[in-house]
């Protein structure tokens, strides 16, 4: 979903460094704060690049974050599992169906479900999105779980 159609979550998704950094005050952090970012490269020599840009973009809003990188087996052991001290980086599958993505990644209890999300709210629109046949039904509830993931902090 492009980000001009996520209502008012898509402040969330503009790159705007200041912003960021104020947040980071208003939340406690008006120093910054040390992060951990756990890490697999999968072998890929883009993966280390963009995981190195990732980090200057986080040091530039005060995130002085540390790369926890693991070798294969041990990331999938803890990281993929939602086992990390900050947050998580490595590559999605591509998926073919929304769904796909969403209820493994939102869904209480599920194994990708790397950020223990538990939301009632969401929970029912994954499940609702799942159980529509209707194609122009099922987008509208796939939208309206985008926006309100997008609304989320």
Same mark, same amino acid.
């Given at each position: 979903?492009?980000?001009?159609?996520?209502?008012?979550?898509?402040?969330?998704?503009?790159? *705007? #460094?200041?912003?960021?950094? %104020?947040?980071?005050? @208003?939340?406690?952090?008006?120093?910054?704060? #040390? @992060?951990?970012?756990?890490?697999?490269?999968?072998?890929?020599?883009?993966?280390?690049?963009?995981?190195?840009?990732?980090?200057?973009?986080?040091? @530039?809003?005060?995130?002085?974050? %540390?790369?926890? /990188?693991?070798?294969?087996?041990?990331?999938?052991?803890?990281?993929?599992?939602?086992?990390?001290?900050?947050?998580?980086?490595?590559?999605?599958?591509?998926?073919?169906?929304?769904?796909?993505?969403?209820?493994? /990644?939102?869904?209480?209890?599920? #194994?990708?479900?790397?950020?223990?999300?538990?939301?009632?709210?969401?929970? *029912?629109?994954?499940?609702?999105? %799942?159980?529509?046949?209707?194609?122009? @039904?099922?987008?509208?509830?796939?939208?309206?779980?985008?926006?309100?993931?997008?609304?989320?902090?």
């Amino acid at each position: 979903m492009p980000i001009d159609q996520l209502g008012e979550g898509a402040k969330y998704y503009r790159h *705007d #460094p200041a912003e960021a950094r %104020r947040l980071l005050a @208003a939340a406690g952090h008006p120093n910054g704060l #040390p @992060a951990s970012v756990c890490f697999n490269s999968y072998g890929s020599t883009v993966l280390v690049d963009t995981m190195q840009l990732v980090l200057e973009q986080l040091k @530039a809003v005060g995130i002085d974050a %540390r790369l926890d /990188q693991k070798e294969y087996a041990a990331y999938q052991a803890t990281c993929r599992l939602g086992k990390f001290d900050s947050t998580v980086f490595g590559p999605l599958t591509p998926f073919l169906d929304p769904d796909n993505f969403l209820f493994g /990644q939102h869904y209480t209890g599920a #194994p990708r479900n790397r950020s223990h999300v538990k939301d009632p709210a969401l929970h *029912d629109m994954l499940v609702r999105q %799942r159980r529509t046949m209707d194609v122009e @039904a099922r987008r509208d509830i796939i939208n309206d779980i985008q926006r309100h993931l997008a609304r989320r902090p």
